[in-house]
């Protein structure tokens, strides 16, 4: 398997445009996540979902963030508008489930999106 | 949610055995301790994960005291690559709580 596939690597764009972030996750992993990492904030989890089902966006900072899961293959992370402030590196990970127990599972990342917001 | 305490950074030379403890008074019973690994410019990467007492793979050891409100990772004879973030999470995932990561231990090895 070719690991969590992320893309674009680097966007750069002006306040005010849409940015859509995409991610492919491992096959049959049941758990995916969208992490944000900024020098001030760390790694920030945003939201995650568990069969394609979102589960937890409490970390979704604002409206103009939306994230989906149309299918067990694909998931998008889109904000709307952009704003200078929401440059960071935006991470996908996934998760499957080790001997019917989620919590004893890894997390796989992806390399990130890095997004710039002039 | 268990919150986790580590120390922000560690300073360290190759060849030396580097310990690093996160504390974590609040973990509930079915908890798991997990530790991953961050270079700059990639995304966390997973290191070693138990519950209790002592778990070794061919990279790390992990400690767990008995009463589970802390761990330590131990990295036995560290080089230049081992510079990096060290992140210690904590969570139940099987019961729908968030994996939310701490703000980690930089380690510099320096030769």
């Known amino acids: 398997d070719a690991g969590v596939i992320q893309s674009p690597r680097h966007e750069v764009t002006e306040m005010g445009q849409e940015v859509t972030l995409r991610c492919k996750p491992i096959?049959?992993?049941?758990?995916l996540f969208w992490y944000r990492q900024t020098m001030m904030r760390g790694l920030e989890l945003l939201i995650y979902f568990n069969n394609n089902v979102p589960i937890d966006d409490s970390g979704m900072p604002e409206d103009r963030f939306s994230a989906k899961m149309p299918n067990a293959s694909f998931s998008t992370l889109k904000i709307q508008p952009s704003e200078p402030r929401d440059s960071a590196v935006y991470f996908c990970?996934?998760?499957?489930?080790?001997?019917?127990?989620?919590?004893?599972?890894?997390?796989?990342f992806g390399e990130g999106s890095r997004l710039t917001v002039l | 949610l268990a919150k986790t305490t580590q120390p922000i950074s560690m300073d360290s030379y190759e060849g030396q055995e580097v310990n690093i403890t996160c504390s974590h008074n609040n973990i509930a019973t079915n908890d798991y301790i997990t530790w991953y690994q961050q270079f700059p410019s990639q995304g966390p990467r997973f290191i070693i994960q138990g519950y209790k007492t002592k778990v070794t793979n061919e990279v790390a050891s992990l400690f767990i005291p008995a009463d589970r409100k802390s761990s330590t990772l131990s990295l036995p004879r560290v080089s230049l690559s081992d510079t990096a973030v060290y992140y210690c999470l904590v969570g139940d995932i099987g019961g729908f709580q968030k994996l939310v990561f701490g703000t980690g231990t930089r380690l510099l090895v320096s030769p």
């Open positions: 990970a996934t998760l499957a489930m080790v001997r019917g127990r989620a919590n004893t599972g890894e997390l796989f």
């Open positions: 096959s049959g992993h049941d758990y």
